[in-house]
């Protein structure tokens, strides 16, 4: 299984995509985790990314594709069905995806758009709580940790708030994420591989209705 998955910010993709790897033993990528390995590595490649990130601009979308590529040719799990999260998110990324994956022979079985309202998503971020130590995400309604300002995973006591989670920022983001992801929706439209579900529902509803591939 090949999935592309679609949706706001606090939609619920990581959520989803965790569910999804465990069920079907696939490989979750998301292009953040990528990139960040790759400049671990200390790879040629890892040492461009790591000189647009520090010089403070958005690493080009050939690059992004070149690590993409490396991944699922050397990563013989991620051969086997992988969920791609955080890529594409123009229509011009969503053309060049296509071709490297017409070239690798993996093509996409289906997209999935997570619509979500957006009062929901200022409900659910504006809760959002991360551990600065290692990360771990929380909320404080829905998944709180179990002993109050200590992180389950590390023991962490430190859980923030991003300062961007705020209805007025959250937003503007939505507006902005809207007007770059319609484009890409109508795109896979047209190819007849878009999913649309409603991204309110819990990740373990929507696990469960997830479509078989084509």
Do not use: W
Request: with cysteine.
């Amino acid at each position: 299984m090949r999935i592309v998955l679609l949706g706001p910010p606090g939609a619920g993709k990581g959520t989803l995509a965790a569910l999804i790897k465990e069920k079907q033993g696939i490989v979750h990528i998301s292009t953040g985790d990528i990139l960040r390995e790759e400049m671990k590595s200390g790879s040629e490649l890892g040492h461009e990314v790591q000189r647009y990130v520090d010089s403070g601009e958005l690493v080009p979308d050939d690059v992004i594709i070149r690590i993409i590529e490396s991944k699922l040719s050397h990563d013989q799990q991620a051969r086997k069905g992988f969920i791609l999260d955080g890529f594409p998110r123009t229509v011009n990324q969503a053309q060049s995806m296509d071709s490297l994956l017409k070239k690798l022979d993996l093509p996409i079985d289906y997209v999935l758009y997570m619509d979500t309202d957006v009062d929901l998503l200022i409900q659910r971020l504006t809760g959002r709580r991360i551990c600065r130590q290692c990360g771990a995400v929380y909320h404080v309604v829905n998944r709180p940790p179990v002993k109050e300002g200590v992180c389950d995973i590390c023991g962490g006591t430190d859980l923030y708030q991003r300062a961007d989670d705020n209805e007025e920022t959250i937003r503007n983001r939505m507006d902005v994420y809207l007007s770059n992801t319609m484009p890409i929706v109508e795109y896979y439209k047209k190819q007849c591989k878009l999913e649309t579900v409603d991204g309110g529902q819990d990740a373990e509803v929507l696990l469960n209705e997830l479509p078989q591939p084509r």
